[in-house]
């Protein structure tokens, strides 16, 4: 069974024996204070601290185990839910692109400039804008999620709000040597570029199916 799967039951059962402990202390025939408290309280420690981890558990679009090359080679289009964001930023062009070849190159069409500088526009000025690269990419790991590091060799950066501040517009195309593109749950797996917002949270790309997927 893989790793997911004994994490998962083993958080089902600490739900299950922290439930069983608290029913026992509460209606046992032969209950006194004395085991009310003693199977009780860790009963119900169990029960919640369980379900809190199982919770958190499901939670968690990333994905955290080493991933193939293999797996992630595809074409990527913007989700639905990353659309409506980038439209509530203030993007009108939501044909973003991103496509890892198998011989290690990739290409992204049409990217949207936000998932290059990493800043929600929606709650910081918009400067809009968008990115053609090619390039190399790999797997890496990264805060203990697989991802893709986008390594550009070539970029062209078009189409920026004509009414951006210039300076905060010069200052977002600051350009790092590479980007990464953190691995999503999903069948097939999807790609997420990290967004800050006060707090971070992902614009997902979601691989095009074929008929191997």
């Known amino acids: 069974m893989p790793a997911i799967g004994f994490i998962i039951v083993f958080l089902l059962l600490a739900t299950g024996v922290g439930v069983v402990a608290l029913l026992v202390a509460c209606f046992g025939k032969t209950r006194t204070a004395f085991q009310i408290f003693l199977f009780g309280v860790p009963g119900i420690f169990v029960a919640l601290l369980g ?37 509530k930023m203030g993007y009108r062009n939501l044909e973003g692109r991103l496509t890892l070849l198998a011989d290690g190159r990739f290409e992204a069409r049409d990217l949207p400039a936000c998932c290059m500088h990493g800043q929600d526009e929606r709650s910081n000025p918009f400067t809009g804008g968008y990115y053609n690269l090619s390039g190399t990419w790999k797997m890496e790991e990264f805060e203990n999620c697989a991802a893709v590091e986008l390594v550009p060799k070539e970029r062209e950066f078009f189409d920026a709000h004509p009414n951006a501040d210039p300076v905060l517009l ?8 590479s980007t990464k593109a953190s691995v999503i749950k999903g069948k097939p797996f999807g790609l997420g570029f990290s967004i800050f917002d006060g707090e971070f949270f992902d614009l997902i790309f979601a691989r095009e199916k074929t008929d191997a997927h």
């Open 51 to 87: 379900s809190v981890f199982l919770l958190m558990w499901l939670g968690d679009i990333y994905v955290r185990h080493p991933v193939a090359e293999t797996e992630v080679i595809g074409i990527y289009v913007l989700s639905q839910s990353a659309k409506a964001t980038l439209q």
């Open 170 to 177: 010069k200052e977002r195309q600051v350009h790092s040597s």
